[in-house]
């Protein structure tokens, strides 16, 4: 079955201080893996988007890993700010025609001052 | 270029009302996809269109159908409301001629039945 199992489920951490969100899956056959951030209230926001081919990528403070062997998924967010409070939704895209997107259940970040 | 938008923001109906949702995508993309978000939930793919087709669907009941027009533009019906309806309903529109075929989301539409 096709999924995309995101930990914690909820992380508070103090303004800049590291952390790292966690996101396994089990899609297959695998096109590529996104993150995106999603503040409350709006539409998420894309992070980052890997290929097999590719095991880090960074945007800012964020950096993404990702090992297509295991299946498993980082995020790394550096020297939090307020700002960075949202929930972090993985979702994995299966390769084929229909480009199909299993989502994550996100992990929501709070950051406090 | 301008982003996706979409309207209403916020919706307030009544059960067994009907409900139609509106999303512009950006210009030059020509798929749009609706989702819904719940508490809990995460997103929930309702389906997609492409040229006026649709192309993708979800596992939503009939009383959730859309269309799309020949500019892109999209419009999501919900019919026959129901309280469980009450969401962050999504849209996103991407380039399929994009290899990574990244998804672009408006704001939301908050919908809330009572």
């Known amino acids: 079955k096709n999924q995309v199992e995101q930990s914690p489920q909820s992380l508070i951490i103090l303004e800049g201080k590291n952390c790292t969100l966690q996101?396994?899956?089990?899609?297959?056959?695998?096109?590529?893996l996104r993150w995106y951030k999603q503040d409350t209230g709006r539409g998420p926001v894309s992070l980052t988007i890997m290929t097999f081919s590719e095991n880090t990528k960074s945007n800012g403070r964020y950096t993404a890993t990702l090992d297509a062997d295991t299946k498993q998924s980082s995020l790394h967010i550096t020297a939090s700010q307020l700002s960075d409070s949202a929930s972090y939704i993985c979702v994995v895209s299966k390769a084929g025609n229909n480009r199909k997107l299993i989502w994550g259940l996100g992990t929501s970040l709070a950051v406090n001052p | 270029k301008a982003g996706v938008t979409q309207t209403p923001r916020y919706l307030i109906k009544t059960r067994g009302q009907q409900v139609t949702l509106s999303c512009s995508p950006i210009s030059g993309h020509r798929s749009v996809s609706w989702y819904q978000q719940t508490p809990g939930q995460g997103l929930q793919f309702l389906f997609e269109y492409f040229s006026e087709t649709q192309r993708n669907k979800g596992n939503f009941p009939g009383r959730f159908s859309g269309r799309q027009f020949s500019n892109s533009r999209s419009e999501m019906n919900v019919s026959t409301l129901e309280l469980g309806d009450s969401a962050l309903y999504l849209c996103?529109?991407?380039?399929?001629?994009?290899?990574?075929?990244?998804?672009?989301f408006g704001p939301g539409t908050r919908l809330t039945v009572t």
């Open positions: 996103a529109s991407s380039d399929p001629g994009q290899l990574s075929y990244e998804q672009y």
């Open positions: 996101c396994n899956y089990t899609v297959s056959p695998f096109s590529n």
